[in-house]
């Protein structure tokens, strides 16, 4: 499995560059989603000192660098759900499925999260950005977002026999939850975290509010 640690130093760069140098085979809009989750805002004035999670190339997901690897059966599913998540979006003209068609920009994609395990259900989001390094927003404020997907796309969704993400979304078995945090720039990193039976995963974006 090839991975891709990521410091400031890479997260840095352009993300048209990085994009080219690492060989990630996605669109630029996953690493502009890895920067504004693991970079400082503007506001923040001194350098974050985080350990920096890893990449997971073929599933286009992070996972905290001290968590026992992934099984190649969650890398799978992975790879599926933010496939199916990134799909949805352009389908519904919004960039993400997690951050859904209220965000305000289309710049930013799904990513997958792979956790492990250890207690990361609903009211245990700050150690779920705590264990995936997420210095820049540990003074943000956590809210519940309502349902795993945005109205707009409930109906269509549960109605659809053929819905992949719906069939994916339905082997998060455990205390499945979709949360943002918010920081006093316009950002808002958005996550949707479940339970396989190998442990805690899920997906990660980014919105924006005005």
Sequence with gaps: MTTVKLDSHILEKDAGIITEQLNIQSQEATVRTLQVLF???KAQLEPLHYNPPIFLLQSSSIAPSHTDVAPQDVTDYLEKLVRAAQQTAESHY????????????????????WLGEG???????????DKLGLIAWADA??????????????VELEG???SVIGKLLD?????????????????LACFLIGRLKAGWCGLASIGVTS
């Design 171 to 187: 082997s998060l078995e455990e205390d499945c939850h979709r949360f943002f945090a918010r920081r006093q720039d316009s950002y």
């Design 94 to 113: 919004c960039g993400s499925f997690v951050a859904g068609q209220t965000s305000e920009s289309d710049e930013f994609a799904d990513i997958g999260i």
């Design 141 to 154: 404020e956590i809210a519940q977002m309502e349902g795993l997907y945005d109205e707009k796309l409930k």
């Design 119 to 129: 207690n990361y259900q609903r009211n245990h989001e700050k150690e779920i950005l």
């Design 39 to 41: 970079l400082r805002s």
């Design 160 to 162: 659809a026999e053929e």
